[in-house]
């Protein structure tokens, strides 16, 4: 068989404990105005309230934006886009869980693009490079940090609806562990298996094919190669560690292993595909 490989991610993975603290030299790369979306639970922690401070002490100004709501419904990212416009954001910054990694890829597309969300529906509707984004995951499932889709909750349609583009990709993502010690059993679990079937599917999906176009006209392209490294990883790393991190969550090395996971799962599907799983949510 010959070798034939697509991969996008992310221009800079970063992974570790304590990785939180380098964000303010990270963001100083980008500009000095920084959008930063999360939701209000996250907000009121002490965490977040040190990012911002940290952020702010290395003089980038900070527009926060804390309304993100689950399964990011449609017509909340125009809200939050129109408060920032006259802000002027040189970039964005997404803490928290899929939902606000999402609302910030959102976030990211109308501030460089204009328009509304139906507009970029599908794959490849995105026309260019969007303001930098920065993905912070306080939770360790969906990905979201290196994927090149974002999922929102469309009113019309009743369901979720997904932009595919690899303008979507995050400029850094910036993961680390200890943003996760405090989720609840409930949460990790959830969360843990939303990783591994993100990974399961990646691993069992179909090959598409060696037509050198197929990643310009897809964004998703099936398994290859370089995706099955990346879900047979997942799925060790998820296998190992994600019941000791839902027994014992002060378990540092578990909630790496978890984390370093969900984030080799998003690395795989994000260029194979999911299959039929997400779909499962609706009738």
Known sequence: MTLFAALRLPREILFGKGQRHVLPTVAARFGRRALVCTDERFAG??????????????????????????????????????????????????????????????????????????????????????????????????????????????????????????????????????LTMTCPPGLTAIAGADALTHAIEAFTAMRRGEDPNLPQQHVFIGKTALTDHFALLAIKLLGRSLEKACSDGTDADARADVMMGALAAGCAFGTAGTAAAPAGHYP
């Open 45 to 178: 922690t002490t965490v977040f309230a040190d990012i911002i401070k940290s952020l702010q002490s290395a003089s980038i100004e900070v527009l926060v934006h804390d309304r993100v709501l689950p399964d990011v419904p449609r017509d909340t990212v125009g809200i939050c886009v129109e408060e920032a416009k006259g802000f002027g954001p040189d970039m964005v910054i997404g803490i928290g869980g899929g939902s606000c990694l999402d609302f910030a890829k959102c976030a990211t597309l109308l501030l460089s693009h204009g328009g509304k969300l139906q507009d970029y529906y599908g794959e490849f509707k995105v026309p260019g490079q969007t303001l930098p984004l920065i993905a912070v995951p306080t939770t360790a499932g969906t990905g979201s940090e290196v994927t090149p889709v974002a999922v929102i909750s469309d009113p019309d349609r009743t369901l979720k609806v997904g932009i595919s583009s690899p303008h979507l990709i995050a400029a850094v993502a910036l993961c680390d562990p200890e």
